[in-house]
T-cell receptor, first 115, second 112 residues
Framework: DVKVTQSSRYLVKRTGEKVFLECVQD?????MFWYRQDPGLGLRLIYF???????EKGDIPEGYSVSREKKERFSLILESASTNQTSMYLC??????????????FGPGTRLTVT | ELKVEQNPLFLSMQEGKNYTIYCNYS?????LYWYRQDPGKSLESLFV?????AVKQEGRLMASLDTKARLSTLHITAAVHDLSATYFC????????????FGKGTRLSVIA
């Protein structure tokens, strides 16, 4: 079974803190993604990566950065957390080959509260 | 730009009834995915549809794909309370290695 894990299920941080959200997948997937999910706004893509050290901006990259130093790990960084970044953050991974390797798997999510 | 539209966005249905959720998309694709999300939880993969005419069934849920019409349906048969959740469809660009484009989700509530 594909497993995508996220470092924390719940996180509370103060405004201005630097926040790291970690995501690890165990299926040697090329592609990894960070989304945030807010009520009424659906899933919004923040950043994605299709290879080690590669990153692409998604729909809402402002206020975020990412790091992918190893294939299995994709980190989301909030340089200076703000209250409008309170949200559910979902990591996902997907292979790049044919057939079912295109399927995208999600981690359990991190609910971040910034106070 | 690929756009994915689901309807309805909210659905309240009685136990035992049948209903269909629709997922329309705007450009050519032959890969479509359905996910389920329970409140406070992450997304769980339900179905992967990889070709025109594909049909997959699991329990009371059946998904199908018509690539010519750019339409997928998720049919619910004899709904039960346990099916209450939000259902998302997502479409894949043919070029690969690009993010899935998700619909806004259909929040389903099954009531007695």
């Amino acid at each position: 079974d594909v497993k995508v894990t996220q470092s924390s299920r719940y996180l509370v941080k103060r405004t201005g803190e630097k926040v790291f959200l970690e995501c690890v997948q165990d299926m040697d997937h090329e592609n990894m993604f960070w989304y945030r999910q807010d009520p009424g706004l659906g899933l919004r893509l923040i950043y994605f990566s299709y290879d080690v050290k590669m990153k692409e901006k998604g729909d809402i990259p402002e206020g975020y950065s990412v790091s992918r130093e190893k294939k299995e790990r994709f980190s989301l960084i909030l340089e200076s957390a703000s209250t409008n970044q309170t949200s559910m953050y979902l990591c996902a991974s997907r292979g790049g080959g044919g057939g079912h390797s295109y399927e995208q798997y999600f981690g359990p999510g991190t609910r971040l509260t910034v106070t | 730009e690929l756009k994915v539209e689901q309807n309805p966005l909210f659905l309240s249905m009685q136990e035992g009834k049948n209903y269909t959720i629709y997922c329309n998309y705007s450009t050519t694709s032959d890969r479509l995915y359905w996910y389920r999300q329970d409140p406070g939880k992450s997304l769980e993969s339900l179905f992967v549809l990889l070709s025109n005419g594909a049909v997959k069934q699991e329990g009371r849920l059946m998904a199908s794909l018509d690539t010519k019409a750019r339409l997928s349906t998720l049919h619910i048969t004899a709904a039960v309370h346990d099916l209450s959740a939000t259902y998302f469809c997502a479409v894949d660009m043919i070029s690969g290695n690009t993010p899935l484009v998700f619909g806004k989700g259909t929040r389903l509530s099954v009531i007695a």
